[in-house]
Each structure stands twice: as structure tokens, then as C-alpha cells.
């Protein structure tokens, strides 16, 4: 502030105030970068164990075959019909779920799965969603399905 009757801020007070301000945001914009993949990380997580699970809560309420099919970055639930012998990707379109393009940090991956009507499984396999280190997987078992995490990679399940 300037002495003897003027008031407002000098043009070197202003320049220091905006160095520090600058300064403060690289520091904070490359871990708000992280947070964000993480949150994204964990909402793709929970949308795959949820489409899962509603595959399997479809297969018992429209007495169906249901399956799971990984395709690239896209995790698609359908409906199979009677058949027990039909391919995991066959069937009527029920539930899908897809990587964004922009999300490229994440990666889907697994071995897809059928569901009988009575909730067990035809076609044992998994799904899991990967993110650095980290990995969210849900498994498909004869007896049914659970959900795991982790660090490391995306391996299948074991019993």
C-alpha cells in the first residue's frame, strides 16, 4: 500500500501475489490430476461388480441364460435365451458398460462368463478393471460371484 493519500496495491505487490499464486498451482494441479483418475478408476470399478450382479439378478428374475462379454474396452451383458450351448457374446443386448476413449489409463479386461437361471454360473470366468498398480475384479464361479482388489495385475480367478 502506498503511503500519503493514494490506496490500492503497488504493480510489484500484484506481480509477487500472482508468482506465488502460480507457483501454489503447479504444485496442486498434478495431484488433482491423480484424485481424479482414482475417482474414475473406482466408478468404473463399481459399475462393472454392479453390472455383474444385475446380470445374474436378470437371469433368475426372466428365467434366462445370462452372459458377460469382455470385447475390447466395452463389458456387455446379454441375454441368451434357454440355450446353454449359446456363445457369451450372443443374444440380446441387456446392460453395457464402456471405457471412455478419453480414460485410456484404464483398462477392462477378463474372460466373460454365463449365468444359469437359478444364479450359478454356466461358464465360469472374470471381469476386471485395472488402473496403475491397482486392479478391481469380479469373479464368476459355479457357486457364485464375488468381488476383489488389489495391487498388481488382472489374473483369472482361482476357486
Do not use: H, W
Not at 504444485?27 to 466408478?43: D, I, K
Amino acid at each position: 500500500m502506498k503511503s500519503g493519500g493514494q490506496r490500492g496495491f503497488s504493480l510489484m505487490e500484484t506481480v509477487i501475489v500472482l508468482s506465488i499464486a502460480a507457483l501454489a498451482m503447479t504444485a496442486v494441479v498434478p495431484s488433482l490430476r491423480g484424485y481424479y483418475q482414482q475417482y474414475t478408476f473406482n466408478g468404473y470399478a463399481s459399475e462393472m461388480a454392479y453390472l455383474v450382479k444385475y446380470g445374474k439378478v436378470y437371469a433368475t428374475a426372466n428365467t434366462t441364460n445370462v452372459g458377460v462379454c469382455v470385447s475390447g474396452t466395452q463389458l456387455t451383458i446379454y441375454d441368451l435365451g434357454t440355450s446353454r450351448g449359446a456363445g457369451l457374446c450372443s443374444g440380446t443386448t441387456v446392460k453395457t458398460m464402456a471405457i471412455a476413449a478419453g480414460d485410456s489409463y484404464v483398462s477392462l479386461s477378463g474372460a466373460g462368463a454365463s449365468v444359469d437361471p437359478r444364479g450359478l454360473a454356466i461358464t465360469a470366468g472374470s471381469v476386471c478393471v485395472a488402473y496403475g498398480g491397482s486392479y478391481s475384479r469380479v469373479c464368476i464361479g459355479t457357486t457364485g460371484i464375488r468381488t476383489d482388489a488389489g495391487t498388481g495385475g488382472c489374473s483369472g480367478c482361482t476357486s
